[in-house]
């Protein structure tokens, strides 16, 4: 994993954008949030059930008022910023796992995303923290399959599975989507982009002061972590996240001069195959090809997960649910206690999940050509 960071640019405030991200609060899809991951068939009795937080928390967050926004609004709505960007990692680690070739460029593009989603949660982490908040990462650990935390994007079903041109479109594409797409995709009123809109927006009208404490700084990997201390810092680390999922408003690059396009576009040229250039004042996928990589079949994960499996993969999900958990608990700890030792741990249990992962997605799954894979569940013996 690593943590990105880079100069912005001045963020539009475009009030437009917000009152039609208002307007749409009333149509966002209700779905519940639900706050144990995922796991196998047998084994679930007696799990803990864990009250769901409202439907559509986004939603109701951008119809309140703009003169009723205050810290704890903010508070409450960095909070689904924690689980949003979490929640992307699972999906887009079991695409990039399923590669066999990592050196391939579609390998090269996703594992590149994942290292910024890794710092897009650091940096709201941060800005919680900053507000005398505390990240609960393993509480709100995301159930697949399952709808995005918060309702944005309402109608996109989160799932795992190998890499597939339908896990391109239908999840990675479909969760980095901007609100006007640059190419010929249909519009999103109510994309994460938007709703970064609407938290930067709150703290340029709260203009609350910002505590270091428990605010982490770690290199990791080639980019580096920061306190957020200011508004200027607020304005650029929101611009960052904004501009590396969807791009900025007049090209499919990430604004930060690195020559990567942002994530929606990558995937784009995954799932077309292509690179992105610009002709005739419009943008198409009709650069130079992107071979779309071979795989291993993982399955998608069923709702409940897997039925009944054999004995080694029972052993190799334990394994990998128990390594999953000590790495959102050492989230958890990290910035709780603002420990730079916690979140190394993070890292580097993080990078044990891979071993387990794909042994999963080597063993075949009975009277099927497509094999396992990782639930991503939290192990409830581990639950408080």
Not at 60 to 88: G, H, K, M, N, Y
Not at 225 to 237: A, C, F, G, I, K
Not at 346 to 355: D, G, S
Request: charged share 25%.
């Amino acid at each position: 994993m690593a943590w990105s960071n880079g100069s912005s640019e001045e963020a539009s405030g475009d009030s437009v954008r917000r009152r039609s991200l208002l307007a749409s609060a009333a149509l966002a899809a209700g779905a519940p949030l639900a706050l144990t991951a995922c796991s196998p068939g047998e084994g679930q009795r007696g799990t803990p059930a864990r009250p769901a937080p409202p439907l559509g928390a986004v939603a109701r967050l951008v119809a309140v008022p703009e003169r009723d926004r205050d810290t704890d609004w903010l508070r409450a709505a960095l909070q689904v910023a924690v689980e949003i960007e979490f929640a992307t990692i699972p999906p887009y680690l079991c695409g990039w796992w399923s590669v066999r070739n990592r050196k391939s460029d579609a390998a090269r593009l996703i594992r590149r995303i994942v290292s910024d989603e890794m710092y897009h949660l650091g940096v709201v982490c941060n800005l919680l923290v900053g507000l005398g908040g505390r990240p609960r990462v393993r509480e709100s650990a995301p159930v697949y399959p399952g709808p995005l935390p918060g309702g944005v994007h309402p109608g996109v079903e989160v799932y795992l599975s190998g890499l597939t041109k339908g896990l391109v479109r239908d999840v990675m594409m479909a969760i980095e989507a901007p609100a006007v797409p640059l190419t010929d995709s249909a519009p999103d009123r109510l994309s994460i982009g938007h709703f970064y809109d609407e938290v930067l927006a709150a703290f340029r009208a709260v203009a609350p002061d910002l505590s270091v404490e428990r605010q982490l700084r770690e290199r990791i990997g080639e980019d580096t972590l920061r306190p957020v201390r200011t508004l200027e810092d607020v304005e650029r680390s929101i611009e960052i996240i904004k501009d590396q999922g969807e791009g900025t408003s007049l090209a499919p690059d990430d604004g930060l001069g690195d020559g990567h396009v942002a994530h929606y576009y990558a995937f784009a040229e995954i799932h077309h195959g292509r690179r992105i250039r610009q002709s005739g004042g419009t943008w198409q996928f009709t650069g130079p090809p992107v071979p779309f990589p071979d795989t291993r079949p993982m399955s998608k994960v069923p709702a409940g997960g897997w039925d009944r499996p054999p004995a080694e993969v029972r052993r190799l999900l334990d394994d990998f649910d128990g390594t999953y958990t000590t790495v959102l608990e050492a989230l958890d700890t990290a910035w709780a206690e603002g420990d730079p030792e916690a979140l190394r741990t993070a890292v580097q249990r993080m990078r044990r999940l891979e071993t387990p992962a794909v042994a999963l997605m080597e063993i075949p799954i009975a009277g099927t050509a497509e094999t396992y894979g990782p639930c991503f569940r939290v192990r409830p013996d581990r639950l408080p």
